[in-house]
């Protein structure tokens, strides 16, 4: 995408407060684990402030509830938003139901690349997701403005320029925040990573010391 010298004047600003309000966050917990699971809420607080603005701005968004198109596809999200989803969903009912429904999603999603992810997310009941409130970036930024596009296989989806490349800074603000002190972050499938964290109790250990405690997406292992 092309920028005139103005947009990219204002994505730059945008990346580069992001970064101080993380850190500013970061300041306020001791942990650093505790630290870097709290960024997260207002990671997504930003996504979605950005698409509230668009919206404020007149321009339509096609997404609305029921709508499920993007969510056939392969759904990713980053380490912290692995910890902070299973934080959040050990303190509701019904998590022994929704381990159960993930470890029959992962062995089949185990090692698919995204041009051969076919499958639900394991989060979606009814078209609808069942973890809306807390769900990942990825989920909160995607949009498109045409619904005909999105029941179309193999459309582009056309998205706000704004919106989206604002959106995509994010993430990249988050993990040079997590890097200076030492939390490694990388792309995850959500539901795989998702069963870890609620079933393996060293998992937020090992990420503590550095480690990457789920298996990242196929294109990213071994970079």
């Known amino acids: 995408m092309q920028f005139s010298p103005y947009e990219q004047q204002d994505l730059d600003r945008y990346y580069t407060k992001a970064i101080n309000e993380f850190k500013l966050k970061l300041k306020m917990k001791r942990n650093k684990t505790e630290s870097g699971i709290s960024l997260i809420r207002l990671l997504h607080e930003k996504v979605d402030k950005l698409a509230k603005n668009v919206s404020r701005a007149g321009i339509v968004l096609a997404c609305s509830r029921g709508c499920s198109s993007c969510c056939k596809i392969r759904v990713e999200a980053l380490t912290p938003e692995i910890f902070y989803m299973a934080d959040q969903l ?24 995204m041009d051969e992810h076919r499958l639900e997310c394991p989060m979606l009941h009814d078209n609808e997701c069942s973890i809306y409130d807390i769900r990942p970036m990825m989920c909160r930024r ?11 296989e193999g459309a582009d989806i056309p998205q706000n320029g704004e919106l989206a490349c604002k959106a995509m800074a994010l993430p990249k603000a988050l993990k040079k925040t997590y890097a200076d002190i030492g939390l490694s972050v990388g792309q995850h499938e959500l539901g795989q990573a998702l069963l ?27 970079n």
């Open 90 to 113: 050990k303190r509701r009912s019904g998590v022994d139901k929704i381990i159960t429904q993930l470890e029959k999603y992962s062995k089949v999603a185990k090692g698919l690349k």
């Open 142 to 152: 995607f949009h498109s403005l045409s619904i005909q596009a999105c029941r179309t």
């Open 196 to 222: 870890v964290a609620l079933t393996k109790d060293s998992a937020l250990k090992e990420w503590s010391e550095g480690e990457v405690p789920f298996d990242l997406i196929p294109e990213e292992e071994g």
